[in-house]
């Protein structure tokens, strides 16, 4: 399988990420054993309190998410089509067992295809509900519900209630990214694949791809046609395009996240072939990200920097050089005392760069220079307590020390 456009980055790749591509393939899973094993110290940033990752779990297949579910497990996400739980348990972290296998529903051959996204409803503890964002066997996203069963390390694969089906075109960009804000359900698309946005499908508000989509998943009327409320507070809702668009103009959304003390909404977009961005916004409502009349802040495709007319301009934008190629998305610390407190910590998946900018961050201000991590960052993620992980594609699961 091919490692090199996971994340919405191009068909074709830097030297830089076709060797890391192949190495992940030779290399395969890390056969790491459980527990906690050294800290990695990269270079000092300018802040002064760089990203430092310690290894916690190996031997996970392709790991491209983690979360919680209010409490100390952590939730992984695996790109097969399987959700492991981790917890820290006598002495060590280990891996308790398997949430939810559906690996035969999940198409995977995709280098962006699988198990993308996961999300528990704000009651789950007592409705027992999460959601999940998967590519099928015919290249097509699937939102859709799930129950917890009686065992609460254990998920019924027979609850599934399908809440939508997205067609999709080609195989990349398909997003997946899902979380709650209240008891709405925010949900990430790619523009749907190939380069450039052919259909021009981000701009469409009348396509699902290429936006955040805003629902109540709760099933309104049991086992009735209709999988899903509206809220009533969309933008397009009463006109003007999908009333489940919040916002659009995305190219391939890979890893966002709300703030937990602002309510801010993060979105990394991953670039075409030129820059990656990440956007900041208060919630994104009806917002117009620019894909793909903008990348980065310059215009596509003539790259001229864009002086008018531009759209939300992200707050962040590099260049795919040194290594970098596709974007990230991460979290703003705010566990209390924290070493990274009030910083957005994200990254790239082709170098391994890890940054942390301040979540007051301009678009004005200089991106500060990163730390080299070594890791095929595939996701990052958040703890109960508000301690940030990220997951390696090559079978590994970290915490970033300082959150």
């Not at 398909?174 to 990430?188: I, P, R, S, T």
């Not at 590099?318 to 610390?333: D, F, K, M």
């Not at 007051?360 to 958040?382: M, T, V």
């Amino acid at each position: 399988m091919s490692l090199m456009s996971f994340g919405g980055a191009r068909a074709r790749r830097s030297p830089r990420a076709r060797s890391l591509a192949a190495a992940a393939l030779v290399a395969g899973l890390i056969a790491a054993s459980t527990g906690t094993a050294a800290a990695q110290t990269p270079s000092a940033t300018p802040q002064g309190q760089p990203p430092v990752v310690t290894q916690l779990v190996g031997a996970l297949e392709e790991p491209l998410y983690v979360t919680h579910a209010g409490d100390a497990r952590l939730f992984v996400v695996e790109k097969p089509g399987r959700i492991r739980i981790v917890k820290f348990k006598a002495g060590a972290w280990r891996i308790l067992g398997t949430f939810l296998d559906i690996r035969t529903r999940v198409g995977d051959v995709g280098s962006e295809q699988g198990l993308l996204g996961l999300a528990f409803h704000p009651g789950y503890a007592t409705n027992g509900r999460f959601y999940v964002n998967y590519t099928d066997n015919g290249g097509d996203t699937v939102v859709a519900e799930f129950r917890r069963s009686a065992g609460r390390n254990k998920a019924s694969p027979t609850s599934e209630r399908i809440l939508m089906r997205i067609n999709q075109p080609f195989e990349n960009h398909n997003g997946g990214w899902m979380a709650f804000k209240g008891n709405k359900l925010y949900v990430a698309t790619g523009d749907g694949g190939s380069g450039g946005d052919p259909g021009d499908r981000a701009q469409n508000l009348r396509n699902r791809l290429g936006k955040i989509l805003r629902i109540d998943p709760i099933d309104p009327d049991g086992s009735g046609p209709r999988k899903f409320k509206v809220p009533h507070s969309n933008p397009f809702v009463d006109g003007g395009g999908k009333d489940v668009v919040w916002a659009y103009g995305l190219r391939n959304p890979w890893r966002n996240s709300f703030d937990r003390l602002t309510g801010s909404l993060w979105i990394a977009d991953v670039g075409q072939s030129a820059y990656e961005e990440v956007n900041r916004s208060g919630n994104g409502k009806g917002l117009n990200f620019g894909w793909n009349e903008l990348e980065g802040r310059h215009r596509y495709p003539s790259g001229n920097l864009c002086q008018s007319d531009c759209k939300t301009l992200p707050i962040v934008a590099y260049s795919q050089s040194a290594g970098r190629c596709a974007v990230t998305g991460g979290y703003v610390s705010r566990r209390p005392g924290a070493a990274l407190e009030g910083r957005y910590v994200f990254g790239d998946f082709c170098s391994g760069d890890i940054w942390n900018i301040s979540a007051g961050h301009s678009a004005s201000d200089p991106l500060p220079a990163p730390s080299a991590s070594g890791r095929l960052i595939s996701s990052f993620g958040e703890g109960a307590d508000g301690t940030i992980y990220l997951t390696d594609l090559r079978g590994s699961l970290w915490r970033v020390n300082g959150s």
